[in-house]
């Protein structure tokens, strides 16, 4: 069983502060893709992608957002501490089986600009 330091312990090697939100995104889903697979899930069925302005499972349609609804339980509450402590950029679960990371948080966006929770 896949377990949340078994995501994280996968992601912390790919991740940095000077990564934009959607190379994060692609990042992650990467991982999850594999995690996926390794437990036998159907990945295109079971994890998810989806860019700012496409239609989403909630409200909000400016991030990039990567789901896993049949991944550990509330895995994405844990990850998105750890991602946001080790890159200070905001990674942020809207349910616990989703994250998402404002484009508005990337390094080249001024810092006014920025998200308003955004770390550093």
């Known amino acids: 069983m896949i ?11 790919v991740l940095n502060g ?10 992650v889903y990467a991982v999850l893709v594999d995690l996926a697979v390794a437990e036998g899930q159907d990945h295109v069925i079971e994890v ?5 302005g496409e239609r989403r499972h909630f409200a909000g349609e400016t991030s990039w957002c ?3 609804e ?3 339980h509330d895995w994405a509450i844990p990850i998105s501490m750890a991602i946001t402590h080790r890159t200070g950029k905001l990674a942020e679960p809207y349910y616990g089986f989703d994250l ?3 484009p508005a948080d990337d390094p080249d966006v001024a810092p006014g600009a920025r998200s308003p929770g955004r770390p550093g």
């Open 48 to 52: 998810s992608i989806r860019k700012p």
């Open 70 to 72: 049949a991944g550990p």
């Open 3 to 13: 377990t949340t330091d078994d995501i994280w312990d996968r992601l912390r090697p």
């Open 66 to 68: 990567v789901i896993w």
């Open 18 to 27: 000077q990564m934009k939100a959607e190379e994060m995104a692609q990042a």
């Open 100 to 102: 998402c990371f404002e």
